[in-house]
């Protein structure tokens, strides 16, 4: 029983993964476009989220900073999710809605780029960095999930929205997780060339 409920994990998996993949490769190659425009000419990528999306708004970073899968040049790309005396300062309250969009008010600038992680689209410290963001002139970059809440309805027309088609976290986020591989292989293969990575 143990083994049938996990298989059907991966198979669950698997078919978002595949339905997703025809539905979300344009606004993920839109999204490659508006990272390699900021990043070569001189701008960063800001990345928030919370939860596990804080998580992968790290790695998005350290990919950008470190390299993904080849040797290049380090990108500009900082995680609003790492300083943990400015995500505490408020100390509660109303003013944790606005942990993210301090940061993006104060490091934030036009023709940047904000990555915003939302599985539901609904998280208010993620929605006032958008706000901030669009107060910068930035470009968001929002990754959500199913209809894509409150943010959705955040999209201009120099935006890109990815929203994955599910309601379950955990497959939104393990698409998310692709996506953000997507991206990071996407820059890589503009700024470097095609080529097949060695396992």
């Known amino acids: 029983m143990l083994e049938q409920r996990i298989q059907q994990h991966f198979i669950d998996s698997a078919d978002l993964k595949y339905q997703a993949a025809q539905a979300l490769s344009a606004p993920i190659a839109a999204a490659v476009q508006a990272i390699l425009a900021c990043v070569t000419s001189g ?22 900073v470190a390299g993904f899968e080849r040797d290049r040049p380090e990108l ?18 109303s003013d944790v809605a ?9 490091l934030g600038q036009a023709g940047d780029v904000l990555l915003a992680l939302s599985v539901t689209g609904n998280d208010a410290n993620v929605i006032a960095s958008t706000e ?17 809440g409150k943010l959705a309805a955040m ?4 935006d890109v929205l990815i929203s994955v088609p599910h309601d379950r976290a955990a497959r939104v986020r393990e698409v998310h997780a692709l996506v953000l591989h997507c991206l990071c292989d996407g820059v890589d293969a503009q700024l470097l060339g095609e080529q097949e990575i060695p396992l």
């Open 43 to 64: 701008g960063k990528v800001l990345a928030c989220g919370n939860g596990p999306s804080a998580a992968e708004a790290l790695q998005f970073a350290a990919f950008c």
């Open 76 to 93: 500009a790309a900082l995680a609003l999710t790492s300083d943990s005396t400015l995500l505490t300062v408020a100390g509660g309250g």
């Open 98 to 106: 606005q942990q993210f969009a301090r940061q993006v008010r104060a």
């Open 132 to 148: 901030a963001a669009h107060e910068r002139d930035m470009t968001v970059v929002i990754l959500t999930g199913r209809t894509g």
């Open 155 to 158: 999209v201009r027309e120099t």
